[in-house]
């Protein structure tokens, strides 16, 4: 890592370690970053930080993962399946106040490629620009829990079909080849990258 990058992550780290969430500004900067750091820098045990034990987070295509444990695990595994996956914000916004807390609107654009071993098995060698970026919004509803913010329920919007094209299980973006196998063990429910 070049002194620039190390520098960089410094940063972060001390605005993320010191963040009062005082005002809807600091939230939006706060959680950028935080996600950041995750992705950009692997730095996957931060996850313990930001969420509560009981999250639930709601995907678009009706998969409701329960559980702080659950959360850590499909974070892991898109790691290991696109090492260099980086999220670049296209916008961030919260809204809210310290008293009755925040919530929080991301719209990102994943890169990346699935270099790694996944739920279909072998890498794929796809890319998440090829053949068009992949986009995600998300919204957060962070309060405090025991004292400290935390992140205790998140809606996540984006397309799961293109993650099975790109994970290599199918070969049309639309999912209609989906390997049956996999389709038969429930598990593309269950995880997903």
Known sequence: ????????????????NTC????????????????????????????????????VMNRSSGVK????????????QLLTTVPDLQYEFLDIFAEGNPEDGYSFAQLTVNHGTFSGYSRAGEPSGRNYDDPFPKYGICECFVEKVDGRWMITREWVGDSEFYDDYLLGITDTLDGS????ELKETGEEEAVDA
């Open 177 to 180: 080849r989906v390997d049956t």
């Open 20 to 55: 009062e969430f005082r005002d809807t500004d600091e939230v939006a900067e706060y959680f950028e970053k935080y996600t950041q750091l995750i992705h950009d820098y692997k730095m996957i045990g931060r996850i313990y930080d930001c969420y509560d034990d009981d999250i």
């Open 1 to 16: 890592m070049d002194n620039e990058t190390r520098d960089k992550r410094k940063e972060w780290e001390a605005f993320v």
């Open 65 to 76: 993962i329960q559980g702080l444990t659950n959360i850590f695990g499909r974070s892991m």
